[in-house]
């Protein structure tokens, strides 16, 4: 999940991603054809994950700090 999203957030390489998240190549590697096999998966339980934090009363947005 966090992987994912900062390697797409940022438009990282899989090498780049490997340097700044100082982790080996392989894995990152094996991070992304994981998602990309599993997508429909992964998303289903986040989106399971997000309702039941909903129904115990987790706020799932912040606060506006605004003030």
Do not use: M, W
Not at 16 to 22: I, R, Y
Not at 24 to 45: D, S, V
């Amino acid at each position: 999940g966090q992987l994912v999203s900062a390697v797409r957030a940022n438009r990282l390489t899989p090498e780049q991603a490997s340097d700044n998240l100082e982790l080996p190549l392989a894995a990152i590697c094996e991070a992304l054809t994981y998602y990309a096999e599993n997508r429909a998966l992964i998303e289903l339980e986040a989106s399971e994950e997000r309702r039941i934090l909903a129904e115990h009363g987790f706020p799932l947005e912040p606060k506006d700090l605004s003030r």
